[in-house]
Protein backbone atom coordinates (compact mmCIF):
# COMPACT_ATOMS: atom_id res chain seq x y z
CA UNK A 1 0.00 0.00 0.00
CA UNK A 2 1.29 3.43 -0.82
CA UNK A 3 2.08 5.94 2.22
CA UNK A 4 -0.10 8.60 3.02
CA UNK A 5 2.41 10.94 2.07
CA UNK A 6 2.44 9.77 -1.53
CA UNK A 7 -1.23 10.08 -1.34
CA UNK A 8 -0.79 13.60 -0.26
CA UNK A 9 1.32 14.26 -2.87
CA UNK A 10 -1.05 12.66 -5.29
CA UNK A 11 -3.82 14.76 -3.95
CA UNK A 12 -1.78 17.87 -4.72
CA UNK A 13 -1.14 17.05 -8.23
CA UNK A 14 -4.67 16.58 -8.96
CA UNK A 15 -5.68 20.21 -6.73
CA UNK A 16 -3.35 21.54 -8.96
CA UNK A 17 -4.90 19.76 -11.48
CA UNK A 18 -8.54 20.99 -11.19
CA UNK A 19 -7.75 24.61 -9.46
CA UNK A 20 -35.15 40.98 23.74
CA UNK A 21 -39.17 42.78 24.58
CA UNK A 22 -40.99 39.92 23.25
CA UNK A 23 -40.14 37.47 26.31
CA UNK A 24 -42.57 39.35 28.54
CA UNK A 25 -45.24 37.94 27.45
CA UNK A 26 -43.88 34.56 27.68
CA UNK A 27 -44.03 34.65 31.40
CA UNK A 28 -48.17 35.20 33.03
CA UNK A 29 -48.85 38.00 35.80
CA UNK A 30 -49.32 36.36 39.35
CA UNK A 31 -52.17 35.16 40.52
CA UNK A 32 -55.01 37.39 41.70
CA UNK A 33 -52.93 40.76 39.01
CA UNK A 34 -55.03 41.41 36.28
CA UNK A 35 -52.45 40.56 33.10
CA UNK A 36 -53.00 44.05 31.60
CA UNK A 37 -52.04 46.46 34.45
CA UNK A 38 -48.95 48.64 33.89
CA UNK A 39 -45.82 47.40 35.35
CA UNK A 40 -43.99 49.46 37.45
CA UNK A 41 -40.75 48.18 36.59
CA UNK A 42 -40.97 49.19 33.13
CA UNK A 43 -41.20 52.95 34.78
CA UNK A 44 -37.43 54.58 35.40
CA UNK A 45 -36.97 55.26 38.86
CA UNK A 46 -35.31 58.56 38.46
CA UNK A 47 -38.26 59.97 36.54
CA UNK A 48 -40.80 62.71 37.71
CA UNK A 49 -43.79 61.76 37.58
CA UNK A 50 -45.72 64.47 36.70
CA UNK A 51 -46.82 64.09 33.40
CA UNK A 52 -50.29 64.63 33.22
CA UNK A 53 -52.29 61.75 31.28
CA UNK A 54 -54.04 64.27 29.00
CA UNK A 55 -50.58 65.66 28.18
CA UNK A 56 -49.29 63.80 24.86
CA UNK A 57 -46.56 62.76 26.72
CA UNK A 58 -48.72 61.72 29.60
CA UNK A 59 -50.47 59.64 27.35
CA UNK A 60 -47.56 58.12 25.65
CA UNK A 61 -45.86 57.10 28.47
CA UNK A 62 -48.97 55.59 30.09
CA UNK A 63 -49.63 53.13 26.48
CA UNK A 64 -45.82 52.37 26.81
CA UNK A 65 -46.20 51.28 30.84
CA UNK A 66 -48.96 48.55 29.80
CA UNK A 67 -47.35 45.00 30.83
CA UNK A 68 -48.65 42.58 27.92
CA UNK A 69 -46.76 43.35 24.95
CA UNK A 70 -49.27 42.74 22.38
CA UNK A 71 -51.88 45.45 23.94
CA UNK A 72 -48.92 47.80 24.26
CA UNK A 73 -47.49 47.82 21.25
CA UNK A 74 -51.12 48.07 19.50
CA UNK A 75 -51.87 51.18 22.00
CA UNK A 76 -48.82 52.92 21.43
CA UNK A 77 -49.06 52.59 17.45
CA UNK A 78 -52.98 53.47 17.94
CA UNK A 79 -51.51 56.96 19.71
CA UNK A 80 -48.79 57.73 17.17
CA UNK A 81 -51.25 57.62 13.97
CA UNK A 82 -53.58 60.24 15.77
CA UNK A 83 -50.21 62.71 16.41
CA UNK A 84 -48.42 64.57 13.71
CA UNK A 85 -44.61 66.60 13.73
CA UNK A 86 -45.67 69.10 16.49
CA UNK A 87 -45.80 66.41 18.65
CA UNK A 88 -42.58 65.34 18.30
CA UNK A 89 -40.74 66.59 21.24
CA UNK A 90 -43.73 65.70 23.58
CA UNK A 91 -43.45 61.54 22.16
CA UNK A 92 -39.80 61.78 22.79
CA UNK A 93 -40.38 62.92 26.68
CA UNK A 94 -43.07 60.43 27.28
CA UNK A 95 -40.51 57.58 25.89
CA UNK A 96 -37.65 59.06 28.03
CA UNK A 97 -39.98 58.11 31.24
CA UNK A 98 -40.05 54.19 30.34
CA UNK A 99 -37.49 51.68 30.75
CA UNK A 100 -36.59 50.21 27.14
CA UNK A 101 -33.69 48.53 26.14
CA UNK A 102 -32.21 47.98 23.32
CA UNK A 103 -33.79 47.78 19.68
CA UNK A 104 -37.07 47.09 21.52
CA UNK A 105 -40.40 47.41 19.12
CA UNK A 106 -41.47 50.29 20.88
CA UNK A 107 -38.27 51.94 19.58
CA UNK A 108 -38.99 50.38 15.79
CA UNK A 109 -42.60 52.12 15.97
CA UNK A 110 -41.20 55.62 16.75
CA UNK A 111 -38.19 55.04 14.57
CA UNK A 112 -41.26 54.28 11.82
CA UNK A 113 -43.41 57.03 13.08
CA UNK A 114 -40.11 59.69 12.76
CA UNK A 115 -39.30 58.81 9.57
CA UNK A 116 -42.85 59.21 7.91
CA UNK A 117 -42.11 63.21 8.40
CA UNK A 118 -38.33 63.95 9.40
CA UNK A 119 -36.19 60.60 8.32
CA UNK A 120 -33.16 62.39 8.50
CA UNK A 121 -33.71 63.61 11.91
CA UNK A 122 -34.97 60.28 12.89
CA UNK A 123 -31.36 58.74 11.46
CA UNK A 124 -29.33 61.09 13.87
CA UNK A 125 -31.63 60.25 16.52
CA UNK A 126 -30.70 56.52 16.37
CA UNK A 127 -26.63 57.51 16.01
CA UNK A 128 -26.98 59.05 19.80
CA UNK A 129 -29.79 57.37 21.53
CA UNK A 130 -28.01 54.78 22.57
CA UNK A 131 -30.79 51.89 22.68
CA UNK A 132 -31.70 52.41 19.74
CA UNK A 133 -27.57 52.82 18.07
CA UNK A 134 -27.06 51.23 15.28
CA UNK A 135 -30.13 48.46 16.32
CA UNK A 136 -31.08 46.91 12.91
CA UNK A 137 -34.89 46.94 13.64
CA UNK A 138 -34.67 50.57 14.15
CA UNK A 139 -32.58 51.63 12.01
CA UNK A 140 -34.48 49.43 9.64
CA UNK A 141 -37.86 51.14 10.21
CA UNK A 142 -36.71 54.54 9.40
CA UNK A 143 -35.36 53.76 6.53
CA UNK A 144 -37.78 51.28 5.29
CA UNK A 145 -40.37 54.39 5.62
CA UNK A 146 -38.13 56.37 4.27
CA UNK A 147 -37.62 53.85 1.40
CA UNK A 148 -41.79 54.23 0.51
CA UNK A 149 -40.91 57.93 -0.26
CA UNK A 150 -37.45 58.62 -1.63
CA UNK A 151 -36.01 55.91 -1.78
CA UNK A 152 -32.82 56.83 -3.66
CA UNK A 153 -32.31 59.21 -0.54
CA UNK A 154 -32.66 56.78 1.64
CA UNK A 155 -30.36 54.47 0.03
CA UNK A 156 -28.12 57.15 -0.36
CA UNK A 157 -28.31 57.27 3.53
CA UNK A 158 -27.89 53.74 4.02
CA UNK A 159 -24.87 53.61 2.48
CA UNK A 160 -23.00 55.80 4.88
CA UNK A 161 -23.66 52.77 7.59
CA UNK A 162 -20.49 52.02 9.58
CA UNK A 163 -19.51 48.80 8.23
CA UNK A 164 -20.49 46.03 5.43
CA UNK A 165 -22.82 44.35 6.66
CA UNK A 166 -24.72 46.86 8.49
CA UNK A 167 -24.77 48.38 4.77
CA UNK A 168 -26.02 45.51 3.43
CA UNK A 169 -28.80 45.33 6.26
CA UNK A 170 -30.01 49.15 5.84
CA UNK A 171 -29.97 48.68 2.40
CA UNK A 172 -32.37 45.92 2.36
CA UNK A 173 -34.84 47.88 4.53
CA UNK A 174 -34.95 50.73 1.88
CA UNK A 175 -35.95 47.97 -0.61
CA UNK A 176 -38.51 46.62 1.15
CA UNK A 177 -40.04 50.15 1.44
CA UNK A 178 -39.25 50.80 -2.09
CA UNK A 179 -40.99 47.35 -3.52
CA UNK A 180 -44.12 47.74 -0.74
CA UNK A 181 -44.77 51.38 -1.89
CA UNK A 182 -44.46 49.57 -5.65
CA UNK A 183 -42.65 52.54 -6.97
CA UNK A 184 -39.89 51.67 -10.12
CA UNK A 185 -36.37 51.73 -10.24
CA UNK A 186 -35.62 48.81 -7.40
CA UNK A 187 -34.31 46.15 -9.93
CA UNK A 188 -32.73 48.70 -11.76
CA UNK A 189 -31.02 50.41 -8.88
CA UNK A 190 -29.29 46.74 -8.29
CA UNK A 191 -28.09 46.45 -11.52
CA UNK A 192 -25.98 49.77 -11.04
CA UNK A 193 -24.13 48.35 -7.87
CA UNK A 194 -21.83 46.66 -9.50
CA UNK A 195 -20.37 42.98 -8.50
CA UNK A 196 -19.86 42.86 -5.29
CA UNK A 197 -22.10 41.29 -1.96
CA UNK A 198 -23.97 44.62 -2.23
CA UNK A 199 -25.22 44.20 -5.63
CA UNK A 200 -26.07 40.38 -4.62
CA UNK A 201 -28.15 40.91 -1.80
CA UNK A 202 -30.53 44.10 -3.40
CA UNK A 203 -30.93 41.63 -6.04
CA UNK A 204 -31.63 38.61 -3.64
CA UNK A 205 -33.84 41.23 -1.57
CA UNK A 206 -36.14 42.08 -5.19
CA UNK A 207 -36.21 39.15 -5.82
CA UNK A 208 -37.52 37.18 -2.92
CA UNK A 209 -40.16 39.95 -2.38
CA UNK A 210 -41.16 39.32 -5.91
CA UNK A 211 -41.62 35.47 -5.10
CA UNK A 212 -43.42 36.04 -1.99
CA UNK A 213 -45.57 38.75 -3.31
CA UNK A 214 -46.42 37.57 -6.92
CA UNK A 215 -45.58 33.70 -6.41
CA UNK A 216 -42.93 31.38 -7.66
CA UNK A 217 -44.66 31.06 -11.07
CA UNK A 218 -44.64 34.75 -12.06
CA UNK A 219 -41.36 35.61 -10.49
CA UNK A 220 -39.83 33.12 -12.35
CA UNK A 221 -41.21 33.76 -15.30
CA UNK A 222 -40.26 37.46 -15.05
CA UNK A 223 -36.44 36.12 -13.98
CA UNK A 224 -36.28 34.04 -17.49
CA UNK A 225 -37.83 37.43 -19.31
CA UNK A 226 -35.24 39.58 -18.16
CA UNK A 227 -32.80 40.69 -21.13
CA UNK A 228 -29.82 38.81 -22.40
CA UNK A 229 -27.34 42.00 -22.55
CA UNK A 230 -26.22 41.59 -19.12
CA UNK A 231 -26.09 37.55 -18.76
CA UNK A 232 -24.47 37.79 -15.40
CA UNK A 233 -27.12 39.84 -14.08
CA UNK A 234 -29.51 37.58 -15.88
CA UNK A 235 -28.02 34.68 -14.15
CA UNK A 236 -27.88 35.95 -10.66
CA UNK A 237 -31.37 37.10 -11.14
CA UNK A 238 -32.78 33.68 -12.37
CA UNK A 239 -30.59 32.02 -9.31
CA UNK A 240 -32.19 33.96 -6.73
CA UNK A 241 -35.52 33.22 -7.59
CA UNK A 242 -34.66 29.39 -7.82
CA UNK A 243 -34.00 29.46 -4.67
CA UNK A 244 -36.82 31.46 -2.89
CA UNK A 245 -39.18 29.12 -4.86
CA UNK A 246 -37.65 26.23 -4.16
CA UNK A 247 -38.40 27.30 0.01
CA UNK A 248 -42.09 27.25 -1.46
CA UNK A 249 -42.76 25.51 -4.47
CA UNK A 250 -39.88 23.31 -5.39
CA UNK A 251 -41.49 21.50 -8.44
CA UNK A 252 -41.46 25.14 -9.93
CA UNK A 253 -38.05 25.80 -9.16
CA UNK A 254 -37.13 22.09 -10.69
CA UNK A 255 -38.80 22.60 -13.78
CA UNK A 256 -36.78 26.21 -14.27
CA UNK A 257 -33.67 23.85 -14.02
CA UNK A 258 -34.85 21.70 -16.79
CA UNK A 259 -35.90 24.29 -19.04
CA UNK A 260 -32.32 25.99 -18.68
CA UNK A 261 -30.34 22.86 -18.42
CA UNK A 262 -28.54 23.43 -21.62
CA UNK A 263 -28.55 26.85 -21.55
CA UNK A 264 -26.36 29.63 -20.38
CA UNK A 265 -28.17 29.91 -17.24
CA UNK A 266 -27.63 26.56 -15.77
CA UNK A 267 -24.33 26.97 -13.70
CA UNK A 268 -25.17 27.45 -10.22
CA UNK A 269 -28.71 26.55 -10.74
CA UNK A 270 -28.99 23.14 -9.22
CA UNK A 271 -27.39 24.21 -5.86
CA UNK A 272 -29.62 26.95 -5.73
CA UNK A 273 -32.48 25.02 -5.57
CA UNK A 274 -31.38 22.85 -3.50
CA UNK A 275 -30.27 25.24 -0.88
CA UNK A 276 -33.81 26.67 -0.66
CA UNK A 277 -35.27 23.39 -0.61
CA UNK A 278 -33.37 21.19 1.78
CA UNK A 279 -34.21 22.42 4.81
CA UNK A 280 -37.99 21.62 4.40
CA UNK A 281 -37.18 18.12 2.82
CA UNK A 282 -33.25 17.11 2.56
CA UNK A 283 -34.05 13.34 1.73
CA UNK A 284 -36.35 14.61 -1.44
CA UNK A 285 -33.77 17.17 -2.13
CA UNK A 286 -31.18 14.74 -2.57
CA UNK A 287 -33.41 12.20 -4.37
CA UNK A 288 -33.75 15.17 -6.86
CA UNK A 289 -30.42 15.77 -7.49
CA UNK A 290 -29.53 12.34 -7.84
CA UNK A 291 -32.13 12.31 -11.05
CA UNK A 292 -29.76 15.25 -12.71
CA UNK A 293 -26.72 14.50 -15.27
CA UNK A 294 -23.91 13.47 -14.28
CA UNK A 295 -21.41 17.15 -13.82
CA UNK A 296 -19.78 19.33 -12.20
CA UNK A 297 -23.09 21.13 -11.26
CA UNK A 298 -24.71 18.29 -9.82
CA UNK A 299 -21.25 17.35 -7.70
CA UNK A 300 -21.49 20.87 -6.55
CA UNK A 301 -24.94 21.17 -5.31
CA UNK A 302 -24.50 17.84 -3.84
CA UNK A 303 -21.24 18.45 -1.83
CA UNK A 304 -22.77 22.05 -0.71
CA UNK A 305 -26.08 21.01 0.02
CA UNK A 306 -24.83 18.02 2.59
CA UNK A 307 -22.38 20.65 3.40
CA UNK A 308 -24.83 22.61 4.93
CA UNK A 309 -26.81 19.73 6.31
CA UNK A 310 -24.13 18.44 8.24
CA UNK A 311 -23.81 22.15 9.60
CA UNK A 312 -27.13 22.81 10.38
CA UNK A 313 -28.49 19.57 11.37
CA UNK A 314 -25.83 17.21 12.02
CA UNK A 315 -27.43 13.90 13.63
CA UNK A 316 -30.03 13.63 10.34
CA UNK A 317 -27.69 14.49 7.65
CA UNK A 318 -25.18 11.58 9.17
CA UNK A 319 -28.03 9.15 9.81
CA UNK A 320 -28.48 9.65 5.61
CA UNK A 321 -24.82 9.62 4.65
CA UNK A 322 -24.27 6.25 6.49
CA UNK A 323 -27.34 4.98 4.71
CA UNK A 324 -26.30 5.97 1.31
CA UNK A 325 -24.08 2.82 -0.89
CA UNK A 326 -21.68 4.11 -3.17
CA UNK A 327 -23.03 5.50 -6.01
CA UNK A 328 -21.41 7.88 -8.83
CA UNK A 329 -23.99 11.25 -7.58
CA UNK A 330 -23.45 10.51 -3.92
CA UNK A 331 -19.29 10.62 -4.08
CA UNK A 332 -19.14 14.07 -3.14
CA UNK A 333 -21.00 13.59 0.09
CA UNK A 334 -19.30 10.59 0.89
CA UNK A 335 -16.26 12.87 0.49
CA UNK A 336 -17.79 15.70 2.62
CA UNK A 337 -18.47 13.03 5.37
CA UNK A 338 -14.87 11.42 5.10
CA UNK A 339 -13.16 14.91 6.06
CA UNK A 340 -15.71 15.28 8.64
CA UNK A 341 -14.66 11.97 10.15
CA UNK A 342 -10.90 12.89 9.76
CA UNK A 343 -11.35 16.07 12.26
CA UNK A 344 -14.02 15.72 14.17
CA UNK A 345 -13.75 11.74 15.27
CA UNK A 346 -10.51 9.54 13.76
CA UNK A 347 -8.30 10.35 10.41
CA UNK A 348 -8.46 6.39 9.67
CA UNK A 349 -12.55 6.12 9.81
CA UNK A 350 -12.43 9.15 7.37
CA UNK A 351 -9.78 7.06 5.81
CA UNK A 352 -11.18 3.80 5.25
CA UNK A 353 -14.83 6.06 4.40
CA UNK A 354 -12.97 7.11 1.39
CA UNK A 355 -13.29 3.83 -0.15
CA UNK A 356 -17.22 4.36 -0.63
CA UNK A 357 -16.50 6.88 -3.27
CA UNK A 358 -16.90 5.72 -6.87
CA UNK A 359 -14.77 8.13 -8.84
CA UNK A 360 -11.17 8.24 -8.74
CA UNK A 361 -10.29 11.34 -9.18
CA UNK A 362 -12.76 12.21 -6.37
CA UNK A 363 -11.54 9.63 -4.51
CA UNK A 364 -7.73 10.43 -4.20
CA UNK A 365 -8.67 13.79 -3.42
CA UNK A 366 -10.77 13.27 -0.66
CA UNK A 367 -7.71 10.59 -0.05
CA UNK A 368 -4.87 13.16 0.45
CA UNK A 369 -7.12 15.73 2.26
CA UNK A 370 -7.78 13.14 5.54
CA UNK A 371 -4.21 11.92 4.66
CA UNK A 372 -2.89 15.78 5.55
CA UNK A 373 -5.05 15.96 8.73
CA UNK A 374 -4.00 12.28 9.77
CA UNK A 375 -0.34 13.35 9.47
CA UNK A 376 -0.61 16.64 10.99
CA UNK A 377 -1.84 14.96 14.39
CA UNK A 378 -0.79 11.25 14.48
CA UNK A 379 2.17 10.87 12.22
CA UNK A 380 4.18 7.97 13.04
CA UNK A 381 0.59 5.99 12.78
CA UNK A 382 -0.75 8.06 9.60
CA UNK A 383 3.15 6.31 8.07
CA UNK A 384 2.20 3.21 9.55
CA UNK A 385 -0.83 2.57 7.75
Given amino acids: MNSLRSIVWVGVGLAIGLLIAWFLALFPAPSGQPAFDQAPSRSKTTHQESLAPSDVAGQVREALLIQDLLV ?59 PARFSTPVVGAALREWGRVDPAAAMAAAQMAPNERLKLRWSESVLRGWDEAQLDGALEFAETLGDGPTRQWALYTVTRRRVLRDGPEAAIAWAEALPDDDPRFKRHA ?7 AA ?25 RVAKGWFDHDPEQTFAWLSSLPEGPERDEAVRETFRLWLRFST ?22 YAGYLAKTTNP ?36 AW
Fill in 238 to 244: LMRVATA
Fill in 247 to 271: AVQPEKATALVDRQMDGPYYKGLPQ
Fill in 348 to 383: EKGMDWTQRIVGEEERHMTQAQVARIWLSVEPERAD
Fill in 72 to 130: RQAAVAELLLTLGPESLDAVRQGYEGVLIDLGDSELVLLGDWWARFDPRAALRWTDHHW
Fill in 315 to 336: PPSLAWVQAQPGARWADPAHAV
